[in-house]
């Protein structure tokens, strides 16, 4: 496959090259998975993974930036110009650009929120250790839509990271039934039933439930192997 024209990656993507990006997207066993229910979240990864394929160095992600930061002068704004620059800043490491896009996005219409802008605001601050900043924009995004699925994993992942453990499960139990397909939520609330104390069987057939939705899941599939169950 040719050069792809990267000013159209993330809005085409897709349709004509699926195949390829899920080649690349392979390498990492959940990120398809997580493509295909959380796109917005994954888009710019796919970018990235397709110029570095085509062999065009930083040289033209450098231009795709320039592409992105050149949509965001659109008159009237367009918000998901915004949401995808910071996307890809925040993929380069460029993370106070990466905030200053995603914050000028929420600033641009107050009134009708974009939960995805305040989840990946939420990953972005919770990466740099501001948990408590991270936990307003996650209960902001529940706030703004009860049924996000994607807020209430990164709240319970942050409490479980405080050692909340309580208040994690309660997120983890809330993201599962949301989206109660998604291997890793189970995974999660399996290891936290452990550490709570619960009853072996309670965290064992959380296991066993990630594993069969994610039959590429390593870590669920070593506590599989660990309980006895293969």
């Known amino acids: ?5 990267y000013s159209g990656v993330l809005t085409d993507y897709e349709a004509p090259h699926t195949t390829r990006a899920e080649a690349l997207l392979a390498e990492d066993c ?5 493509c295909e229910q959380h796109k917005s979240l994954a888009r710019q990864r796919l970018l990235v993974l397709l110029l570095r394929a085509a062999g065009t160095g930083a040289g ?15 008159s009237p704004p367009y918000v998901p ?12 490491g460029h993370v106070e650009e990466a905030e200053r896009a995603y914050r000028t996005a929420l600033a641009l219409n107050p009134a009708e929120l974009d939960v995805r802008l305040l989840v990946n605001l939420g990953v972005l601050l919770a990466s740099s250790n501001r ?8 209960n902001h995004a529940i706030a703004s839509d009860p049924s996000d699925a994607e807020a209430y994993f990164n709240l319970g992942s942050l409490h479980m990271r405080e050692r909340r453990l309580k208040e994690a499960q309660s997120a ?3 993201a599962l039934a949301q989206d109660p397909e998604r291997a890793s939520t189970h995974l999660q609330l399996g290891k ?12 064992s057939d959380l296991f066993l439930q990630a594993a069969r939705l994610d039959p590429d899941n390593q870590e ?5 192997k660990q309980l006895g169950f293969v």
């Open 192 to 203: 936290l039933r452990i550490l709570l104390g619960s009853q072996l069987k309670d965290a």
């Open 30 to 34: 959940n990120t398809w998975r997580r």
């Open 220 to 224: 669920a599939q070593m506590y599989v």
């Open 60 to 74: 033209m992600l450098e231009d795709a930036l320039r592409s992105y930061q050149a949509a965001t002068q659109a």
């Open 1 to 5: 496959m040719g050069v792809m024209k």
């Open 81 to 92: 110009a915004f949401n995808n620059l910071g996307n890809l800043h925040l993929e380069l």
């Open 172 to 174: 983890y139990t809330a």
């Open 131 to 138: 948990s408590a900043e991270a936990e307003a924009c996650y």
